[in-house]
T-cell receptor, first 114, second 111 residues
């Protein structure tokens, strides 16, 4: 069973608010990822990290920011939420094993900005 | 750039085989994966194949890789209603291990 947790599961918030989506894993994984999933299913990589103090932007441009101060924690922040940010956000982590880079996913946070 | 494409929808009768296809563009992929997403849940790894393999079988699942054509497929034998879900193929890119996912295929199994 994967030990990666996202909070909150659901969030409805007004335009202009600052929000932070939390993601924590207890597996000691170095690599962590944030994906945005459209209602039509497609997953887009928006941020990833190879370890503490390492963050990279993914393929889909996003107004969100991330930080990686601790190995187990990879929060995503939106300074000013807009309706266009409404989506499902999935966090994942994977170990540093060369033989298998299986990613474990959290349950996701469904964000609605009204 | 990296691009992973899948057909969007597949409908099969219970007991038949399902074949989900995926094409990718990055030739430096090291591993290719199949993930399953059930409603309201995150993704779970089903199986993976190393890029120098042609085929991998795991119980009801068979993965075929045609590296020349950059084509990956997942065959599910004796498909059950519990197999209804969205299936994503994914590739890890070269030395970065960046994980890029396909567009997802929604599999619907009817009795």
């Amino acid at each position: 069973e994967a030990d990666i947790y996202q909070t909150p599961r659901y969030l409805v918030i007004g335009t202009g608010k600052k929000i932070t989506l939390e993601c924590s894993q207890t597996m000691g994984h170095d690599k962590m990822y944030w994906y945005q999933q459209d209602p039509g299913m497609e997953l887009h990589l928006i941020h990833y990290s190879y370890g503490v103090n390492s963050t990279e932007k993914g393929d889909l441009s996003s107004e969100s920011t991330v930080s990686r101060i601790r190995t187990e924690h990879f929060p995503l922040t939106l300074e000013s939420a807009r309706p266009s940010h409404t989506s499902q956000y999935l966090c994942a982590s994977s170990g540093y094993s060369y033989m298998n880079t299986e990613a474990f996913f959290g349950q996701g946070t469904r964000l609605t900005v009204v | 750039g990296e691009d992973v494409e899948q057909s969007l929808f597949l409908s099969v009768r219970e007991g038949d085989s399902s074949v989900i296809n995926c094409t990718y563009t990055d030739s430096s992929s090291t591993y290719l994966y199949w993930y399953k997403q059930e409603p309201g849940a995150g993704l779970q790894l089903l199986t993976y194949i190393f890029s120098n393999m042609d085929m991998k079988q795991d119980q009801r699942l068979t993965v075929l890789l045609n590296k020349k054509d950059k084509h990956l497929s997942l065959r599910i034998a004796d498909t059950q209603t519990g197999d209804s879900a969205i299936y994503f193929c994914a590739e890890s890119i070269g030395n970065t291990d960046k994980l890029i996912f396909g567009t997802g295929t929604r599999l619907q199994v009817f009795p």
